[in-house]
Nanobody, 120 residues
């Protein structure tokens, strides 16, 4: 069973930090881009950050300078370091990845989501 499993969410005060992790498991031949998206109540899911297999990163303007995405290709994991958190960062955070589970086809996978709440 191929899956993405997130961890690391929780409750943090404004200005605090959290680190999210995403682990891809199962029979995977290759991993393309990996990324994090988030969805706040009543809002559409939005891109937070992505990283290619070569390590190239992109960020939403709202998180630039505060969040850092990284990946460990050997461990099939991606992480999102979130600093200087704001109440508006409160959302469910989802891991996303392009996975090759059957050569040569790529498929888009999502994790189950992890809640991040920024509140005093």
């Amino acid at each position: 069973q191929v899956q993405l499993v997130e961890s690391g969410g929780g409750l943090v005060q404004p200005g605090g930090s959290l680190r999210l992790s995403c682990a891809a498991s199962g029979n995977i031949f290759n991993i393309g881009h990996m990324g994090w998206y988030r969805q706040a109540p009543g809002k559409q899911r939005e891109l937070v950050a992505t990283v290619t297999s070569a390590g190239h990163t992109t960020y939403a303007d709202s998180v630039k300078g505060r969040f850092t995405i990284s990946r460990d290709n050997g461990a099939n994991t991606a992480r999102l370091q979130m600093n200087s958190l704001k109440p508006e960062d409160t959302a469910i955070y989802y891991c996303n990845a392009d996975l090759m589970v059957k050569v040569p086809f790529w498929n888009d996978y999502w994790g189950q989501g992890t809640q991040v709440t920024v509140s005093s």
